[in-house]
């Protein structure tokens, strides 16, 4: 469930929630199904579009059994000022063409650790000393991680048309 705004949280999960049956779910491939929360999805959205702007060592780690403070962490390393600032930008920017505003920023004086607070997601942009310094996955290692990395190019994106 989304903490923000509560006005738009009915009105957001109803048109962000696509309902399915369970012969829906159970009909999959052979795989399990399991609904997906928005909080999630948008862990999932931050961390690919850090890698457009070259972040590094992605990781989102899930809090949702050890915490009611948010569901997920989005770390993210970048390796000088101005790739955080790009990285922070970018991240902000096309999130808010989607539809959702960060609750509030900090960090956007010095570039060492950006803050990204979307509620139920809550996103690190470090610089390499201060991500080691702080380390967060050593402080929350009880959570499940997912490390997040770039889609290795196909044969057809390596070869430029004609």
Do not use: C
């Amino acid at each position: 469930m989304i903490r923000g705004n509560a006005s738009r949280v009915k009105d957001y999960s109803l048109s962000k929630r696509i309902p399915m049956s369970r012969s829906e779910h159970d009909a999959s491939s052979g795989i399990e199904a399991r609904e997906v929360a928005i909080s999630e999805l948008l862990a999932r959205r931050v961390a690919e579009l850090s890698l457009e702007k070259k972040g590094e060592n992605v990781k989102i780690l899930d809090l949702r059994s050890l915490t009611s403070v948010t569901d997920f962490f989005v770390i993210i390393t970048a390796d000088s000022e101005r790739k955080a600032k790009a990285v922070t930008d970018f991240i902000v920017d096309e999130i808010k063409e989607e539809g959702e505003r960060p609750m509030h920023i900090e960090g956007l004086d010095s570039l060492h650790w950006v803050l990204i607070d979307y509620v139920d997601v809550v996103v690190h942009i470090f610089q390499p000393d201060e991500r080691k310094f702080y380390d967060l996955e050593s402080l929350w290692s009880d959570a499940p991680v997912t490390v997040v990395t770039a889609p290795e190019p196909t044969e057809e994106q390596e070869t430029p048309e004609s």
